[in-house]
């Protein structure tokens, strides 16, 4: 059985830091694209980032970011704990939303989804 659960979300002052992570089970995690995606209250899904089976480092080519969370949001992975990681720093009160991971790409779809951690930015 194919899971994803997300963790470490939370509130958090404008300007704070988090680090959520996406803990994988049920396939072979380092041969699938793996991305973040945001639902932010009254709003629609919001893909955020996405990084390639064999990511290595920030900016290892094929990984993406949305214009609003460059510069601030990393992607990383680590395929040997088959989990999958987001460093947010200089949060905004726009930031706030249930993140979830998310299997696949844009291309293929995404087949698989975690439950989602909330993440809240306010003072």
């Known amino acids: 059985e194919v899971q994803l659960v997300e963790s470490g979300g939370g509130l958090v002052q404008p300007g704070g830091s988090l680090s959520l992570s996406c803990a994988t089970s049920g396939f072979t995690f380092p041969t699938h694209d793996m991305n973040w995606v945001r639902q932010a209250p009254g709003k629609g899904l919001e893909w955020i980032a996405s990084m390639p089976p064999d990511g290595s480092g920030t900016y290892y080519v094929g990984t993406y970011y949305i214009d609003s969370v460059k510069g601030r949001f990393t992607i990383s992975r680590d395929n040997a704990k088959n989990t999958m990681y987001l460093q947010m720093n200089s949060l905004k009160t726009e930031d706030t939303a249930l993140y979830y991971c998310?299997?696949?790409?844009?291309?293929?779809?995404?087949?698989?989804w975690g439950q989602g951690t909330q993440v809240t930015v306010s003072s």
């Open positions: 998310a299997r696949g790409s844009a291309a293929v779809g995404y087949d698989y």
